[in-house]
């Protein structure tokens, strides 16, 4: 009697080895970090990794630790593993992301006007080595370099892995860097400020011959920028025939348009919402 | 008799036919999301977005879109088909996603969603316009199955972080990241 109690017992013990399969895991570990899983019992099991970006399944021996490698962790986020002998145990757990090491900078927009206040907006996004988004407080030191002037620079704390500012646009027209930098990570932008609105708009006129032309004086923004070739500037003359108006871009930096006059005439110019001097003419008979 | 049976196996074959057309459809010909009853719950809180203001078309068009992103993950991972994260996916997102549906094909492994709704809450919107993080807390139940034996089935709340980017005509996914550390 005692010694088929024992053979039961030992029976017992042994299929209990054979299927219970408890694993332990840490409830947090870093990407791209090797760590173990502990697993009781014993007897061959079948090990799942069930991860955001993967699934592993590979043979196991419970009652031995299973390693689980760097690589197969090193997207954040929550996992799930799963061992499973005749039953399955399962143990979840959160890959948190490595420290700060990559920085992806969006600055818009590509061209702005000078003087623009607040009109660049620079957002930065801290991720790991893996591109795992880095939701622990990080400094991120935005840069901005514009042609021929100072550097300036700002720090900013990046709250769940984003960190973003906005800039005023130099006086001076041209190519200006707007960068993040986090330790030794950098990403540089170029963003092309270009002459704002015209300003102090101002028409002269003069006969070659037997035409009448009107034109401007070089065309410039308030910070002395010259304004692009190809900015429309309108001429609106009014005479005894009527009000026309002449819209004329601008090329080599002045705008002119040959108008027939008949009689006395009263010239304007503008140029969007910005208008220049009137000129009073008289036309030849 | 013989001829009753005839057509009866006719009639089947009719049937299995229009089925695998059907499916083949559905899964080949118009691979992207529909919108069935299928499409999950998604509630937006835009309260505390910052430092752009939420537009009233976006608060209702990022919801939605965000459904259709969950829908279609659903849909992808069950029938191991990547190409449908094309539609409501892209950047990162898009990337892991498709990496764990090859894992599910050479694994025989596979995961199968019920989806039981989403919280959003909106965090930041960029000044431009061309990015927004939001933070989900999602209700799912995940089924996790080797061949068509179930291993794990679990209800799960899990928070999510997400970014994401306006496209053509809808928004997309960029960033899906589960987090222990949202709330902190």
Redesign the interface.
Known sequence: MRTAIGVFLTLVALTALATAADIHAP??VTAGTSFSIATSGGGKA?F?L????????RSVDLGSEILVQESEIE????Y?A?V?AEQ?S?AHF?V?PSEGARISL?V??SRVPVSDSEAI?A?A?VSDRF???V??PQTVNFLVAPKDATEMSQKVSAG???A?V?LTSGRKDGPVKVGATLGRTSELRVVQQVAADACNLHIKSAWEGRSFFVETDPVRDCSGNSVPDGTVVSFTKTDTTGKTTVDVPIKKGIAKVEMPVTGEAHITVASGVVTGNELSVVGRQ | MNRAFGVTIRAMSIIVLLGTIAFFARNHIFPSASADSSLPHVELNADKIGPRSIEDRTSQVVPRDYAYAWQTLAEALASNQSDLLDGYFTGWAKENFSNLIATQKRTSVHIHYVDHGHKLTALFYAPAGDVMQLRDQAQIERQVFDGDKLIDDEPLTVDYMILMTPGADRWLVRDLEATSEVGR
């Open positions: 409830a947090e079948t799942y069930v991860g955001p970006a993967a699934v592993v399944k997207h954040a986020g929550k799930t799963i499973c399955c399962t959160y948190r969006l818009h927009p907006s957002v996004f591109h795992n988004l939701l622990t769940n892995g984003v973003w906005r």
